[in-house]
């Protein structure tokens, strides 16, 4: 089957190969051995934020401690040249 590639790099994926592999909204996109292959995937949104934060070995405290260091006020120009002398 062929589809297009439009100016805009946009491609139209015929509706029966869709349908065959459940018409996913998302797909990881790869070039392997100078063909271009498409994985459909399904977003879990939550799921792949856990999976990055494990990814860089954050942990829940982190995130919390991150959460109050942001709450805090800023500090004035003025201050941050006092702390210095």
């Known amino acids: 089957m062929l589809a297009k590639m439009t100016a805009k790099n946009q491609l139209t ?3 029966s190969i ?4 459940d018409s996913p909204e998302y797909f990881e996109v790869e ?3 100078g063909q271009i292959v498409l994985t459909p995937v399904r977003i ?3 799921d792949a ?5 494990a990814e860089l070995g954050l942990e829940e405290q982190d995130i919390a401690d991150a959460v109050q260091w942001a709450r ?3 500090v004035a120009p ?3 040249g006092a702390r210095k002398k």
Do not use: E, F
């Not at 869709?18 to 592999?21: D, G, I, Y």
């Open 13 to 15: 994926l015929p509706k």
């Open 18 to 21: 869709t349908a065959a592999v």
């Open 31 to 33: 070039a392997v051995n």
């Open 44 to 46: 879990q949104r939550g």
């Open 49 to 53: 934020v856990r999976a990055k934060l």
């Open 72 to 74: 805090q006020a800023p």
């Open 78 to 80: 003025a201050a941050r």
